[in-house]
């Protein structure tokens, strides 16, 4: 369920009236996605979705929305946010921060091939190179410093091994210097269900509300954990060559990320095991979170730290 907030037909025409967008034809809530309340608008003019945020305050939009709009103008197919009469992106709809964005057409594959695979590297190198002309700077919220936070928030619920699992690679994460690493934006959540392929083309990358500032490796670690590891975790070494070669032909990866490689895909497969923990144990009131696996990325995470170097690379 995802339309947390209603809104009626009336206060939407009425809202619409401030945008140059045409008048309401059809508004329909959409049935997936479990952190904003999110419609499909069509007017006179075209095809839109609109997002009321439920939880995110308002003060910390602006960098997501844009960055959409940023990334949007460089060719990308990411949901442009509409600007209203005022020349404003965001606006308040049924008491909430919310804004209209262009639908962007697709289905997501949940079992892409390598030649998916090698599209999507493609697609998120384009990403980072836009992304580093990108005027404001927000740190990855989460990043290093939420990490520290969240393992002291869900540690006293895990059992006993899970504690040394996580203690460990705390450690470990600590000790791995990131200096000599490119950084700029990143999305940071572009897991299969983000993307949008129409035919055989990506018709939309969504969902930026994780992006920040950090390592541009640990994007490519988060991406590869999610759409290269085969039913029992492990990487697939074809898929995973694919989606880095289709990024390293647009972005060349450098030494020293070929040398944080292993360390990177620990640290991804740490941060969605510390959030789908946090969700799982210390759930907010009035946090509307469809709680994932936790154990799912647990249990990368042991898989990544047993294959020590021995890893697929671009080579
Ligand atoms: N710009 C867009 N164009 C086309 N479809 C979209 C767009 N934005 C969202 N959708 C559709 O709406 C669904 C829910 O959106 P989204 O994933 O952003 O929800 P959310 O609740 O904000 O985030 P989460 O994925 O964390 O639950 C998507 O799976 C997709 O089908
Ligand atoms: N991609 C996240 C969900 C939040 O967007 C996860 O799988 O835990």
Same mark, same amino acid.
């Given at each position: ?45 075209? /095809? ?9 305050? /308002? ?24 600007? !209203? ?8 709809? =049924? ?9 962007? =057409?697709?289905? =997501? ?6 030649? /998916? ?29 939420? +990490? ?22 705390? +450690?470990?994460?600590?000790?791995? !210097? ?7 934006? %990143? ?14 083309? %990506? ?15 640990? !994007? ?37 990320? /070929? ?11 740490? +941060? ?44």
């Amino acid at each position: 369920m995802s339309v947390f907030t209603p809104v009626s037909d009336a206060a939407l025409s009425d809202w619409l009236a401030n945008y140059a967008i045409g008048r309401l034809v059809e508004l329909r809530g959409i049935s997936a996605g479990v952190q904003n309340s999110n419609f499909f608008v069509t007017t006179r003019l075209g /095809r839109y979705v609109l997002t009321l945020f439920e939880t995110m305050p /308002r003060s910390e939009l602006p960098f997501y929305l844009h960055l959409m709009a940023h990334l949007a103008r460089h060719g990308l197919p990411v949901p442009a946010p509409i600007a !209203d009469l005022d020349n404003e992106y965001l606006g308040t709809l =049924s008491g909430k921060p919310a804004v209209l964005v262009r639908r962007l =057409s697709g289905a =997501s594959d949940m079992a892409p091939d390598a030649a /998916r695979c090698r599209k999507m590297g493609t697609m998120l190198a384009g990403l980072h190179l836009a992304g580093q002309r990108f005027g404001r700077r927000q740190l990855n919220p989460r990043g290093a410093q939420w +990490r520290e936070r969240t393992a002291e928030a869900v540690r006293p619920y895990l059992v006993a091994d899970e504690q040394r699992l996580l203690d460990a690679e705390l +450690r470990f994460q600590a000790s791995i !210097d990131v200096s000599a690493l490119p950084e700029g934006v %990143i999305h940071a959540d572009a897991f299969r269900d983000n993307v949008l392929w129409d035919e055989d083309q %990506i018709g939309g990358v969504i969902d930026f509300y994780f992006a920040g500032n950090d390592a541009l490796l640990f !994007d490519l670690a988060v991406t590869v954990n999610d759409w290269c590891s085969q039913p029992g975790g492990e990487l697939n070494a074809e898929r995973t060559r694919a989606l880095l070669r289709g990024y390293h032909a647009e972005r060349p990866l450098t030494a020293a990320e /070929r040398t944080a490689w292993p360390a990177m895909l620990r640290a991804a497969a740490l +941060r969605f095991w510390l959030s789908r923990a946090e969700d799982f144990h210390l759930p907010r009131s009035g946090e509307m979170v469809l709680v994932k696996d936790p154990n799912e990325y647990r249990d990368l995470l042991h898989l990544r730290i047993a294959a020590g170097d021995s890893l697929p690379w671009v080579d």
